[in-house]
């Protein structure tokens, strides 16, 4: 510690009071998100005394964030965004600890187990699915949530305690018409992220020059020269916004300069094909962690694809039966999307050199052209069904703007809500949905609402969260369906799903399922990390859990146990009614339990998921290091089988759980 931090941190522990300063220097956050949002939350945080932080996030640097994500510099571009934040921040806070994770958030690798780890959660995304994704984890391993979002002027930010407050997913979220940029440059997975993409490239390559809408750096040297990450040790100060400006405006005059000489020339079109659909694609397909859960984009040779010679993997390419349909709603093959790009390529190029700029129009038909070819030929490389011309015209839309100051003023905000949970007390008195507006009410920008209270009929609330601690590589669909659900979470006629992917059914769907009894849960998807939803498919019933598994090699079991079971299970009740929770109820649900099963004798573990009688003492859950799996000792004396055993958790710790018999 240097002899001027006391002076630093003064004013804050006079602000804070010694408690909660004490509390924010020795909490762990946990960052989603290095953009707009992510890149001003970053720098706030460690301006207010935090200094244990993780960040995540998978994009790569492109020139059209240095506008506005200030943390970012134009020799970034192409890095990891998690990983130049990093470093930036350091340099405000020389003494804070920032881990940062190049990678997918939704992958098994940051599940249950990891996020626990975390005193608090920051939400800085831009999709949907992942905030979803997030509220999910956060509730299964009962970790606040701080969710954010900014879109042009309005922006918003809701603090989740759950079950304090309400989570994510309590109220119902509109799927967005408009799409961030860093979803449809980076990873596409609908035909509307590349229609957008499609019209970026129109902009980039024929639109009239603006420095702030750089999508596509075309410098061929530069791209094929892939930049090394920033170095965590760095400490070289920021250039100053004059330097950067220069500098940026020698890049873009290069780079204009290396186009126009192109433009004279007849293969431009094939430059322009090979860097968007061979070199950049390359580029993608070469970040192997954005691709375990999905296979990776197909690079594209011009001649080959001129010679209809498509790529391995590519599929058919046979034209689409025309009759009954109007030539707009005929979906062009692959062959077809090169001739017309090539074409299209050429005549607005010619149009460029005369007007010197174009505006897209989706009523001229040589622009809509363009972007149907280009958005057909990137869906076919990412595995995306191709889309007819009058849907491309139909799904046209904008891009969501993105503003500094509308994310300066929302990071701001989150930090005030994450010292108002680290300071405790009532939360739903404290706390404050925060909603920033484009003009005034009240002459007020900021609308403030008191947080929601739990919904009883949130599918995601009323899920039941439990971990699972087996051996991935032995234990089969077969056991895991036999033993941990039926025997364990007592669903007899289960469906197992990972996501939306169906890995087995029983009931009158077990013999469309059979051929997955016998293979190892590793072989089907199940791995450390994966979240996997069992849902019970009987006649009138509605119940699902959600089981985080934790990859545990059998040896560690012993005594013929072949696996262990921690979380919360809540009785069952009839959805149609809103639940109601005694104060017994309160108390006994909450218990987190560490159950040791026997595989071959399961009707104990049966017995200690039943609800307790009524005349059994009802013990308040510690959250404390001392959770105690609590046994119904008058279900067990009526069983003939050996009952579970009784444990105590000592410490759980890097996945490995301890316990004391």
């Known amino acids: 510690m240097s002899a001027s931090e006391p ?4 004013p804050m522990r006079t602000v804070y009071g010694e408690e909660l300063f004490n509390r924010v220097r020795s909490c762990r956050l946990l ?11 970053l720098k706030d945080l460690v301006l207010s005394g935090f200094r244990d932080i993780e960040v995540i996030d998978l994009d790569t640097i492109d020139v059209s964030n240095l506008n506005r994500q200030f943390l970012f510099q134009k020799q970034h571009v192409g890095q990891s965004k998690a990983l130049v934040a990093r470093d930036s921040v350091l340099l405000l806070a020389p003494d804070a600890k920032i881990v940062a994770h190049h990678g997918d958030v939704t992958t098994p690798e940051f599940g249950p187990t990891y996020v626990e780890k975390f005193d608090l959660v920051l939400n800085a995304l831009d999709n949907l699915p992942a905030r979803r994704h997030m509220n999910k984890m956060c ?21 989740f305690a759950s079950p304090k407050t309400s989570c994510f997913d309590c109220e119902e979220h509109p799927t967005p018409t408009t799409y961030p940029v860093c979803t449809i440059r980076s990873k596409p997975s609908k035909p509307i992220h590349c229609i957008h993409w499609a019209k970026l490239m129109f902009a980039r390559l024929f639109g009239k020059p603006d420095p702030e809408d750089g999508v596509l750096d075309l410098n061929k040297e530069e791209d094929e020269a892939p930049m090394e990450p920033t170095s965590q040790n760095s400490t070289e100060p920021p250039n100053d916004g004059k330097t950067v400006d220069l500098e940026f405006q020698k890049i873009l005059d290069a780079e204009n300069q290396l186009l126009d000489a192109l433009r004279t020339k007849e293969t431009f079109a094939e ?58 709603q005929r979906v062009w093959t692959v062959q077809e999307c090169v001739q017309n790009f090539r074409n299209t390529v050429a005549s607005l190029n010619s149009l460029k050199n005369i007007k010197g700029g174009l505006d897209w129009d989706k009523d001229e038909d040589l622009h809509l052209d363009f972007v149907v070819a280009a958005a057909n030929l990137r869906c076919a490389q990412f595995g995306i069904p191709r889309q007819s011309r009058w849907t491309v015209k139909s799904a046209a839309g904008n891009i969501i703007p993105a503003i500094a100051t509308t994310n300066a003023i929302i990071s701001g905000l989150m930090v005030t809500e994450a010292l108002k949970i680290l300071r405790g007390g009532d939360f739903h008195k404290d706390l404050r949905y925060t909603y920033l507006q484009k003009t005034p009410s009240n002459k007020r920008m900021l609308l ?33 369906a036999t033993y941990v659900v039926d ?11 990972i996501g939306s992917n169906i890995v087995f059914e029983g009931g009158d769907m077990l013999e469309d399922f059979e051929h997955q009894v016998p293979k190892p849960l590793a072989q089907v998807g199940i791995r450390d990390g994966t979240v996997v939803r069992v849902s019970d498919m009987s006649p009138n019933a509605e119940f699902y859990v959600d089981v985080s598994i934790i990859h545990t090699p059998a040896t560690a079991f012993g005594d013929g146990n072949s696996f262990q079971m921690k979380g919360t299970i809540r009785p069952r009740q009839n959805v149609e009614e809103e639940p109601k929770r005694t104060d017994r109820q309160d108390a006994d649900s909450d218990d987190d339990f560490l159950l040791v099963v026997d595989p071959k004798n399961s009707s104990a573990a049966e017995a200690v998921l039943k609800p307790e009688s009524t005349n059994q003492e009802s013990r308040k859950r510690k959250r404390d290091d001392e959770d105690v799996a609590h046994l119904d000792s008058s279900a067990v004396n009526q069983s003939s089988q050996p009952a579970a055993k009784r444990v105590k958790v000592i410490e759980i710790d890097d996945n490995v759980m301890q316990i004391d018999d």
């Open 31 to 41: 960052v989603i998100g290095a953009g707009g949002i992510g890149c001003e939350l």
């Open 139 to 159: 509730l299964a391993a009962r970790v606040p949530l701080i969710d954010s979002g900014t879109q042009g002027w309005l922006g918003q930010v809701q603090p």
């Open 487 to 497: 025997g364990s979470l007592q669903i007899s006629v289960p469906s197992i799903m």
């Open 448 to 480: 403030l609402v008191h947080p929601e209270p739990q919904k009883g009929t949130c599918f995601v609330c009323r899920s039941n969260f439990v971990q699972v601690a087996l051996d991935t590589e032995k234990m089969t669909v077969g056991d895991f």
């Open 7 to 10: 002076d630093r941190w003064a």
């Open 271 to 328: 430059y322009v094909f090979h860097k968007l659909f061979h070199t950049d694609t390359l580029q993608l397909a070469s970040m192997k962690h954005m691709w375990e859960d999905r296979a990776p984009p197909i690079p594209f040779v011009f001649q080959m694809m001129v010679e209809g010679r498509l790529p391995h993997g590519l599929g058919s390419d046979d034209a689409e039966v025309t009759e009954n349909i109007l030539p707009d």
